[in-house]
C-alpha cells in the first residue's frame, strides 16, 4: 500500500506565498515522475508542475516564474514553492506519483494524495 500525503496548503493575499509537501510512503522500489496538480471549482483537474527522479522539470505556463517544484528522493517528498499567488490559483492542490512497487516493469502504478486546499484572497 503506497500513500501520498500533502501538507502546507492555508489561505494566503495575492502576492503571498506558500510551500507544499508530499511525502509517499510504502512499499515504493522507484518513483519515476512526481507532480502537482490543481482542480478548481468547476474546472478539469491540470497539471502545475512535474519532476523526474533525475531532476527534470515542467510546469504549466500559467506559473513558470512563480512557482518552483523539488524533490527529495531519499524521503521521499516533493515541494512545490508558490510565490506571487494570484487568487486565480485558488484551486485543491493534489500530488501524484508515477512509480514502480518492485523491480517489475509491470508493477508500474499511479498514485494521488488527498488533496490540499490553496485559497489565494484579499
Known amino acids: 500500500q503506497v500513500t501520498l500525503v500533502e501538507s502546507g496548503g492555508g489561505l494566503v493575499q495575492p502576492g503571498g506565498s506558500l510551500r507544499l509537501s508530499c511525502v509517499a510512503s510504502?512499499?515504493?522500489?522507484?518513483?519515476?515522475?512526481m507532480g502537482w496538480y490543481r482542480q478548481a471549482p468547476g474546472k478539469q483537474r491540470e497539471l502545475v508542475a512535474g519532476i523526474t527522479s533525475g531532476g527534470s522539470t515542467n510546469y504549466a505556463d500559467s506559473v513558470k516564474g512563480r512557482f518552483t517544484i523539488s524533490r527529495d528522493n531519499i524521503r521521499p517528498t516533493v515541494y512545490l514553492q508558490m510565490n506571487s499567488l494570484k487568487p486565480e490559483d485558488t484551486a485543491v492542490y493534489y500530488c501524484n506519483a508515477d512509480l514502480h512497487l518492485t523491480g517489475s516493469t509491470y508493477s508500474r502504478a499511479y498514485y494521488w494524495g488527498q488533496g490540499t486546499q490553496v485559497t489565494v484572497s484579499s
Open positions: 510504502g512499499t515504493i522500489f522507484s518513483i519515476n515522475v
